[in-house]
């Protein structure tokens, strides 16, 4: 229910005295309290409401966007005839003459350099060609959005369906191919790229950093393994070379397989001692839990036959008779 709120003024009589306090506040506050109660809810039924249409609205947008658009391009036409004016004064003074303390232009002891006018006008040239880029980036800009717009207005109404196939042709998303993992040299040194300035078209800032330097083109591989580390030589040097210096899984090499109980056994050396006592042990283990197995069902069996055949409670198992119930 939609209602609106119609304001009540009371009007006082004329012999009604009202007195101002400015020490004390609770005047203040009676007064707020009284313009909140003279507010009246008034509900109006759907025929009798005034609610503007989706077009009317959608209108008012646009003329808007028009409206703030031309303030845009005269406040920008003003700025240019500003900054000309600005220039031509400037140059008016220096051809006539510098200034006085009291602001009055003098033309005595005044020498006009041809070079200096000459590199004015090149700074002004520049300045319009300046001006213009900057006006040509904005105008991409706001075309560039406004296809964005239209484009995410195109795909929300398109079926989940009809977004695959087209992410399929234009590789987008799930479909997109991932870049080839460049290889490194051994022990190459890491450097990060930054994130600032990378929409810049520079090809300083577009050029590829994983690129190995003259330190990292030697094979350091082929050095002993002494020398095989960061930083040689230097106080902060870590003993930490690389993980598959550290790693001890040998999972993706093929000498080695994994057997049953997680145990590592290399295949070309099946005869080794190690691999004979890891059989051994297991062996071991195996016949020790069966024996553990067979002790305990004698003894389920011996306390079941205690229950059942007693003679006097002194644990003797021979032929007893059965007991008298």
């Given at each position: ?230 930083n040689m030589g230097k106080k902060g040097r870590s003993k930490w070379t ?12 093929e000498k080695y397989s994994i057997q049953e109980n997680n145990f590592l ?16 042990q297991i062996e071991n283990q195996k016949e020790k839990e069966k024996e ?34």
């Amino acid at each position: 229910m939609e209602f609106e709120f119609k304001f009540e003024q009371k009007i006082e009589s004329e012999n009604e005295i009202i007195s101002y306090d400015s020490d004390s506040d609770s005047d203040s506050d009676d007064e707020k309290n009284s313009l909140f109660k003279n507010f009246k809810p008034i509900f109006k039924k759907k025929e009798e409401r005034q609610q503007p249409s989706i077009e009317e609205i959608e209108k008012q947008e646009e003329e808007e966007l028009r409206r703030k658009q031309e303030r845009e391009n005269e406040r920008k036409i003003e700025v240019q005839k500003q900054v000309e004016s600005l220039l031509e004064a400037e140059d008016l003074r220096e051809k006539k003459g510098g200034e006085d303390e009291n602001g009055n232009y003098q033309q005595e002891n005044f020498f006009i350099d041809k070079d200096e006018l000459f590199n004015q006008e090149e700074e002004k040239e520049k300045w319009k060609i300046r001006e213009l880029l900057r006006i040509k980036k904005e105008k991409e800009e706001e075309t560039s959005y406004k296809r964005e717009q239209l484009e995410i207005k195109r795909r929300r109404k398109m079926n989940e369906e009809e977004k695959l196939k087209e992410d399929e042709k234009l590789e987008i998303g799930k479909f997109a191919k991932q870049k080839e993992k460049q290889k490194w040299a051994f022990l190459q040194v890491y450097r990060h790229k930054g994130v600032f300035f990378q929409d810049e078209d520079n090809p300083i800032i577009q050029r590829d950093i994983s690129a190995p330097t003259e330190r990292d083109i030697f094979d350091k591989s082929l050095l002993p393994k002494v020398l095989q580390v960061k930083n040689m030589g230097k106080k902060g040097r870590s003993k930490w070379t690389h993980l598959t210096d550290q790693d001890t899984t040998y999972l993706k090499d093929e000498k080695y397989s994994i057997q049953e109980n997680n145990f590592l056994f290399p295949k070309s050396n099946k005869n080794d001692n190690l691999e004979n006592q890891f059989k051994n042990q297991i062996e071991n283990q195996k016949e020790k839990e069966k024996e553990e197995e067979e002790e305990k069902e004698k003894k389920k069996i011996q306390q079941k036959y205690l229950y059942n055949y007693r003679r006097g409670g002194d644990g003797n198992l021979e032929k007893p008779s059965k007991r008298k119930n």
